[in-house]
């Protein structure tokens, strides 16, 4: 069995390869090509530890896997790492461990190529200007991958830590692609105010801005909220969207605080869902039709798309002699 390190991974695949993946990825599962069973969630010791399980099966290719995620808030207090990954790889057709792939950055590779392939099918045409709000982890791979599918004309960022907003935008100014500002915001509405696609990447539960400053025609990939009681979007702008898209509509129901809060009260029903992004990959449904829609992409996380990108991480790795082999 091969083992794939943090360091591995970073060796062995772009992010142009990881967004090809993901989205053949979606477009397979569109087609029924790949099995994704209900994920499985633990609360540990109720301390709000969680370990999460996402499993895929390809009918495409001869693997399937199981990802976990350990999400340990309490481990701030411990000086370790408050979210750990692993992938387990296996061969469809022997059901030998063919790989262990060590996934905390692949994970933030693959939820930023979600984020652009989305951004692809949903945002207005040509140039764009971006609003990224939460400047943690899974922001620099959004704006790696965001700016790999838009050319971009202005970044804007606004996190609550004002550290972390200007260590990410000194991280952006030396990672950009083309020549285009970047301004670190004083509030989340001033970041977001007549910006094209908007990101959120925040840990917040509560909605992180207000919906009069969304303008006609933006696009939000909101990647934050992953349990029933976290929000990020304002719920106004959940009730007007022209189209609301998730990667996994049965997923989406059970843990996307930004959908169920407002469903709860009352305030939408589930036909506010339009589909998932897979059939507009798979041209089922169409993607954004007219410049004036809100369009938003609600991600929840979908064990198709990690067990793709690990797929990728193996073959990579495999060919290039990255990894190191293990006897179980
Ligand atoms: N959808 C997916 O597939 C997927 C994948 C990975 C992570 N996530 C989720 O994305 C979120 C961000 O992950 P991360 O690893 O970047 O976390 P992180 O802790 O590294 O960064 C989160 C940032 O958000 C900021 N923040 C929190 N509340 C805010 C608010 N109200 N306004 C502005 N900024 C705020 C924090 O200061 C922090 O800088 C988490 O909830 C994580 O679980 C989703």
Redesign the pocket.
């Known amino acids: 069995m091969l083992f794939i390190s943090e360091n591995d991974v970073r060796k062995a695949v772009s992010i142009a390869e990881v967004i090809e993946r993901v989205e053949n990825a979606f477009l397979h599962y569109s087609r029924g090509l790949i099995q994704v069973p209900s994920r499985v969630t633990l609360r540990v010791r109720d301390e709000n530890n969680d370990a999460i399980f996402l499993v895929a099966n390809y009918r495409s290719m001869p693997f399937y896997g199981i990802k976990e995620a350990s ?1 340990f808030p309490t481990n701030m207090l411990k000086g370790k790492p408050t ?1 750990m990954s692993n992938i387990q790889l296996y061969s469809a057709d022997t059901g030998e461990p063919l790989a262990l792939v060590s996934a905390v950055y692949l ?2 590779l693959k ?1 930023g190529a ?1 984020s652009a392939v989305a951004t692809k099918h949903l945002a207005i045409q040509g140039n764009v200007s971006i609003a990224i ?7 620099r791979t959004q704006l790696e991958a965001v700016q790999h599918v838009k050319k971009l004309k202005e970044l804007r960022v ?4 004002k550290s ?1 907003a200007k260590k990410f935008a000194e991280y952006a100014e030396n990672n950009k692609n083309s020549n285009y500002p970047i301004i670190i915001s004083t509030s ?1 509405n001033e970041c977001i105010e007549n910006v094209d696609v908007i990101i959120t ?4 539960t ?1 909605p ?1 801005f207000d919906d009069e400053y969304v303008k006609r025609g933006a696009h939000i990939n909101a ?4 349990t029933p009681d ?1 929000q990020e979007i304002a719920e106004q702008t959940v009730v007007r969207a022209d189209k609301i898209v998730t990667d996994n509509q049965e997923e989406t129901w059970k843990v996307a605080g930004d959908l169920l809060v407002p469903l709860k009260a009352g305030k939408i029903d589930r036909t506010r869902l339009y589909g998932e992004l897979g059939d507009i990959v798979a041209g089922k449904l169409p993607g954004r039709e007219r410049e004036e829609e809100i369009t938003i992409y609600e ?3 979908f064990g198709a798309l990690d067990i793709a990108v690990a797929v990728l991480a193996y073959e990579k790795s495999s060919l290039l002699g990255i990894g190191t082999e293990v006897n179980l």
Not at 133 to 139: D, H, K, R
Not at 201 to 204: F, H, K, Q, R, W
Not at 223 to 226: A, E, L, P, Y
């Open positions: 999400s979210v994970t933030a939820t979600a709000i939460g400047t943690g982890v899974q922001a606004y996190d609550i830590d972390r989340a990447a925040t840990t917040s509560i992180v990647i934050g909220s992953f976290m991600s929840v996380g």
